[in-house]
């Protein structure tokens, strides 16, 4: 577990910090509440222990600042405030203030381990949450609202970095044949071994996800058409290769239909309009004889040729 102490005494902050790590925690370690929120804001904090009493910013105004700081996991930290404060109007300022759970000062490192695996406990289980919420949970690919939040964070990602960013849609070939001849169980296979497919195709940076149904996205961070295009015929060659076997010994072929487009440039197009011109492209190539990639042409979209004319 990641944990941030935020501690002005020197001596309690090493022991501590030296504690936690006997007990196989990563530690950082600040010596006054600015320092420790400008280590939280970085990322990567699942736990902070914060003395009440710092000159400048003390406990409850750090826990304050944190819970009011939005970084991009949802999962917020499981805060312990140390003081040696007992009163209950002490301890109603710091709960107000956001903190998780008090350790009374001195601590004993029995207390201490207890109430650092309440929070341990607390925080894995939120993440075991947001997974199973950011999850398909048949082909365990990202899902749809993963997808929709990854693609708004690479879009600002590549605009920031003046890079381009392309996205395939694919959608499985005849899969409600698959369904109604061999039943769900088999498109059920189908849907699992395209996703492995997929992931398997794609180059290191790029990821995968379920869009809907029988169709998946892909999308390639950094990436123009032209490696857009390469990467969609790459996972359609891969994909075609592959076998099922039906319960009564029939061997199925499965094929998809990829639509790639990509942005770049100061005008790029939104990175939702970018996701609807793949799927243009995935539909033409439906519409040219399927198991085929075709990329997404603004010359060749009549609603962009009508939106163009004077």
């Not at 600015?34 to 904090?45: F, M, N, P, Q, T």
């Not at 970095?161 to 959608?171: A, H, K, M, S, Y």
């Not at 990175?271 to 997404?296: C, F, H, P």
């Amino acid at each position: 577990m990641d944990i941030l102490i935020a501690e002005d005494d020197a001596t309690t902050r090493r022991l501590l910090q030296k504690t936690l790590e006997k007990w196989g925690h990563r530690v950082q370690a600040a010596p006054n509440g600015e320092e420790a929120l400008a280590i939280y804001r970085r990322g990567g904090v699942h736990l902070v222990i914060t003395d009440w009493m710092m000159p400048g910013m003390d406990g409850p105004e750090l826990v304050q600042r944190i819970r009011a700081t939005r970084l991009f996991s949802s999962i917020q930290p499981y805060v312990i405030l140390v003081t040696s404060k007992s009163s209950m109007d002490a301890l109603e300022e710091g709960f107000e203030a956001g903190a998780n759970d008090f350790i009374g000062k001195p601590w004993n490192d029995i207390e201490l381990r207890a109430r650092v695996g309440s929070g341990v406990r607390i925080i894995e289980l939120q993440a075991e949450l947001e997974r199973l919420a950011h999850t398909d949970s048949l082909t365990s690919l990202i899902n749809r609202r993963a997808l929709v939040e990854a693609l708004r964070r690479d879009e600002d990602r590549m605009r920031r970095e003046n890079r381009p960013i392309g996205v395939i849609l694919v959608d499985v070939d005849h899969f409600k044949t698959f369904n109604d001849r061999y039943g769900h169980d088999l498109g059920d296979q189908v849907l699992k071994m395209t996703g492995q497919c997929l992931q398997g195709s794609v180059r290191g940076g790029d990821y995968v996800g379920r869009w809907g149904g029988e169709e998946f996205l892909v999308v390639l961070p950094g990436a123009d058409i032209i490696q857009a295009a390469e990467v969609a015929e790459r996972c359609r060659t891969r994909l075609e290769s592959q076998r099922l076997r039906t319960e009564d010994g029939r061997v199925l072929h499965v094929t998809a239909s990829f639509g790639a487009a990509a942005t770049e440039g100061a005008n790029r197009e939104d990175i939702m309009t970018l996701v609807q011109q793949a799927d243009k492209a995935m539909y033409w190539a439906k519409e040219s004889g399927r198991n085929r990639v075709k990329i997404y042409v603004a010359s060749a979209d009549p609603a962009s040729r009508k939106k163009n004319t004077p």
